[in-house]
């Protein structure tokens, strides 16, 4: 199956601006691909924060954005709060006759 | 404001079929055009799409599972379903499902074992 590529980890002081991107296995992602976005902290479920690439929902805090950057998706967290600690996953659309998606497998962000 | 609950056996031995079920409150399940997921997550590890539905009935599975996998709808009852058949201790996870993937339940645990 096709693999989601996302940076296992990374670390960002409070206030500061982090990238998370999100690589397709099979070449540059584009907005065809769907790109979304979601966070989940522990023991709860998933929650969705970017849908089609750049789309925020009604309750997507400001400082999430989306967008292409290079080859890849990206998700950009500006003035990073403590409560941003998570885990991010990406979701790509694989169309054709099976139309399917796939999950990254996920960047753990720390707030240090 | 649309909110799902997934329901279901949280054990099911080895090769038997998994079925659960999401029921939706809020909203009508058969309007909009919407479709109707489920995703999965085994313990400590990262989520896994399992497959959706379309308020038309039509499915689109997971290529690695679809052989294993259905989904249906119960208009009637406002619930969607998934049954997932021949289970062995890597189809334990919690299980959610989702409208499109803006709204999710809150996910159920399923143990596979004997």
């Known amino acids: 199956q096709t693999v989601v590529t996302q940076e296992p980890s990374l670390t960002v002081s409070p206030g500061g601006t982090v990238t998370l991107t999100c690589a397709s296995g099979?070449?540059?992602?584009?907005?065809?691909?769907?790109p979304n976005w979601f966070q989940q902290k522990p023991g709860q479920a998933p929650r969705a924060l970017i849908y089609?690439?750049?789309n925020k929902y009604s309750w997507t805090p400001a400082r999430f954005s989306g967008s292409l950057l290079g080859d890849k998706a990206a998700l950009t967290l500006s003035g990073v709060q403590p409560e941003d600690e998570a885990e991010y996953y990406c979701l790509l659309y694989y169309g054709g006759a099976q139309g399917s998606w796939v999950f990254g497998g996920g960047t753990k962000l720390t707030v240090l | 404001q649309v909110q799902l609950q997934e329901s279901g056996p949280g054990l099911v031995k080895p090769s038997q079929t998994l079925s659960l079920t999401c029921t939706v409150s809020g909203g009508s399940i058969s309007s909009g055009n919407y479709y109707w997921s489920w995703i999965r997550q085994p313990a400590g590890k990262g989520l896994e799409w399992i497959g959706r539905i379309y308020t038309s009935g039509s499915t689109n599975y997971n290529p690695s599972l679809k052989s294993r996998v259905t989904i249906s709808l119960d208009t009637s009852k406002n619930q969607f379903s998934l049954n997932l058949t021949s289970v062995t201790a890597a189809d334990t996870a919690v299980y959610y499902c989702?409208?499109?993937?803006?709204?999710w339940g809150q996910g159920t645990l399923v143990t596979v074992s004997s």
């Open positions: 089609g690439t750049s």
């Open positions: 989702a409208r499109v993937f803006e709204t």
């Open positions: 099979t070449g540059a992602v584009t907005s065809g691909y769907y």
